[in-house]
Nanobody
Framework: QVQLVESGGGLVQAGGSLRLSCAAS????????MGWFRQAPGKQRELVAS???????VYADSVKGRFTISRDNAKNTVYLQMNSLKPEDTAVYYC??????????WGQGTQVTVSS
C-alpha cells in the first residue's frame, strides 16, 4: 500500500519561506496530477496547488505568485516552495492525487504555522 509522508513544515514569521516535501513509498505519480492541499482549524481541506504529469501547474488564487509546486517522478516526491508566507497560510499541509476517484490514503501532513 502506498504511503505518503509530508515533511518540511514548521514555525516561521510572516514573510518567511518554507519548502515542503511529499515522499511516496511507491510509485503513485504516473500520469496522475498531484496536488498539495491544506486544512486550517475549523475549515475544510482545500487544494492549493497542483501539477500534471506534463508539468503544467495550477494554483489557488490565495497562493498564486507565492507558492511553487514541482515534482520529481524518479524520486516519487512532490515539493511545495512557499514564499512570502502569511498568517492565513497556517494549516496542516498534505499531498495526494487530485482526482478524488484515485486518491490514496492521506498521510499525517505537516504543520505550517506563520506568526504575524
Amino acid at each position: 500500500q502506498v504511503q505518503l509522508v509530508e515533511s518540511g513544515g514548521g514555525l516561521v514569521q510572516a514573510g518567511g519561506s518554507l519548502r515542503l516535501s511529499c515522499a511516496a513509498s511507491g510509485s503513485i505519480f504516473g500520469t496522475n496530477t498531484m496536488g498539495w492541499f491544506r486544512q486550517a482549524p475549523g475549515k475544510q481541506r482545500e487544494l492549493v496547488a497542483s501539477i500534471a504529469s506534463s508539468g503544467s501547474t495550477v494554483y489557488a488564487d490565495s497562493v498564486k505568485g507565492r507558492f511553487t509546486i514541482s515534482r520529481d517522478n524518479a524520486k516519487n516526491t512532490v515539493y511545495l516552495q512557499m514564499n512570502s508566507l502569511k498568517p492565513e497560510d497556517t494549516a496542516v499541509y498534505y499531498c495526494n492525487r487530485v482526482n478524488v476517484r484515485v486518491r490514496v490514503t492521506w498521510g499525517q501532513g505537516t504543520q505550517v504555522t506563520v506568526s504575524s
